[in-house]
């Protein structure tokens, strides 16, 4: 079992930058694949970014790439997503996720879910 709570979200301006943490429980966090998605009201969730346990493959999507860096720390048990040049439409809602996976693009890839943090970004 591994229980995901995320943090760092906020109000920031378009430009601005923001790192949200992924705190994970449980001992085999690092055996995991962590993934960012996000998801606004009315639309399904989208992946932002993942990341296998070793560090050795990155994915992003193709909107974020670029801008948005992820990383983890196994010793620490926590995963994050720096986000640079912040746009309105990263507005959303976003979640960590754990599962057994390479690149998990899709929802149904991850085990696991934190409960989610909010970002919103004004013009």
């Known amino acids: 079992q591994v229980q995901l709570v995320e943090s760092g979200g906020g109000l920031v301006q378009a430009g601005d930058s923001l790192t949200l943490s992924c705190a994970a429980s449980g001992r085999t966090f690092s055996k995991y694949t962590l993934g960012w998605f996000r998801q606004v009201p009315g639309k399904e969730r989208e992946f932002v970014a993942s990341i296998t346990w070793s560090n050795s493959i990155t994915n992003y999507a193709d909107s974020v790439k670029g801008r948005f860096t992820i990383s983890r720390d196994n010793a620490k048990n926590t995963g994050y997503l720096q986000m640079n040049s912040l746009k309105p439409e990263d507005t959303a809602v976003y979640y960590c996720?754990?599962?057994?996976?390479?690149?998990?693009?899709?929802?149904?890839?991850?085990?696991?879910w934190g409960q989610g943090t909010q970002v919103s970004v004004s013009s």
């Open positions: 996720a754990a599962g057994v996976t390479i690149r998990g693009v899709i929802t149904s890839a991850y085990d696991y």
